[in-house]
């Protein structure tokens, strides 16, 4: 890890808010390590694991906590976005287990796929960017309804050179709806490398050419994402989109049903922790005298209890009922 950082906390962030983000940081953690960990004994059938861009999504909502009107459009790596918002774990256990009560589709789609409108999340295709022309539907609908909604697209670098994205941004910029872009860069679109997939350094270099301003950043660290995100809400509100590439790594594979010792080299993987974000803020937290060695281990120790127990109740759980397999499906 990094040398000793002292630092001066952003206006509104307090070392209390930290401990309390540092937390669900770690349970979110918890969380994609016993998803992954079942997934291994023929449990959960698939997962996508978010480890490695919990700062990117955590930070974005510590911005959007004076915001509460913001609605969000995710993708599949976005768990700590679901939990961030008040999805508890057995709610997720339940998904990824297809189990009855789970609340995006009571066990009949991908695991947290489908829509939560009490929380403002929508998630309604695995297909890769078809979120981003639905995100601007809505940005478009909050403009004319004069809403104070701002509406943030969360997609990976591999989205971004999909047909959709390209139409999403450019119908955006055309229209300046209250839109953010959120990249969250891994620089992988499963096995192939940034380099392969544009000839730009930086995915944010696009946005000149759609109208939208542009922000890049270092996508592990908790409150440079606090502070780039609160400037791209005050953008989006005047109605000028946003693109914010968050530069963040991939810890685990693309899936549980990848193996990224194919195209990744061993030293690459074992260099990936540097940038973990959860040890990042636990770093800064133990520099800076935040909280004691205890106080963190007692943090660890209630995010083992909650999974566990959230692991039981999803276990114990029935199966969807079969007779409401048809319900909430549409003849076209």
């Known amino acids: ?17 930290i401990l309390e983000v540092y937390e669900q940081m770690l349970m979110v953690r918890t969380i994609d390590e016993r998803v992954w960990a079942m997934n291994r004994q023929g449990k959960v059938p698939i997962a996508a694991s978010c480890q490695g861009h919990e700062a990117a999504q955590l930070g974005t909502l510590l911005a959007a906590e004076s915001h509460p009107e913001s609605f969000f459009f995710t993708y599949y790596r ?17 998904s990824y287990l ?10 009949r789609q991908f695991p947290l796929q489908g829509s939560d409108l009490q929380r403002n999340v929508i998630q309604l295709s695995n297909v890769v960017a078809a979120g981003m ?31 959709e994205c390209h139409e999403a941004m ?16 891994n620089h992988y679109a499963i096995s192939v490398p940034q ?11 696009r946005a000149p050419g759609y109208g939208l301003e542009s922000i890049s950043i270092d996508g592990s660290d908790l409150l440079q994402v606090y ?11 005047s109605f000028t989109p946003v693109l914010v590439e968050m530069n963040v790594e991939r810890i685990m594979p693309h899936t549980s049903d990848d193996d990224h010792t194919r195209y990744r080299a061993l030293s690459e993987i074992d260099q990936l922790t540097q940038r973990d974000p959860l040890l990042k803020l636990k770093t800064l937290i133990q520099d800076n005298n ?16 909650r999974i566990n127990t959230a692991t039981s109740l999803a276990e114990a759980a029935p199966e969807p009922d079969t007779k409401t397999l048809l319900n909430n499906l549409f003849v076209g």
């Open 227 to 237: 502070e780039s995100m609160q400037k791209a809400i005050v953008l989006a509100k």
């Open 290 to 305: 935040f909280a004691s060695e205890e106080k963190l281990e007692e943090m660890l120790s209630r995010c083992n209890t």
């Open 170 to 185: 450019n119908f955006a910029g055309i229209h300046k709806l209250p839109i953010i872009f959120i990249c969250e860069n």
């Open 78 to 94: 976005d768990l700590a976005i679901k939990f961030g918002v008040g999805l508890d774990e057995t709610q997720i256990m339940l």
């Open 98 to 107: 297809g189990k009855q009560g789970d609340p995006y589709s009571n066990g």
């Open 1 to 17: 890890m990094s040398s000793k950082q002292n630092i001066t906390l952003p206006p509104g962030i307090t070392a209390d808010k």
């Open 195 to 205: 380099k392969l997939q544009m000839a730009i350094s930086e995915v944010s270099e």
């Open 133 to 163: 022309t639905q995100a601007v539907g809505h940005a478009l609908a909050s403009k004319i309804q004069k809403k104070a909604a701002v509406t943030m697209s969360f997609f990976g670098d591999g989205a971004s050179s999909q047909g």
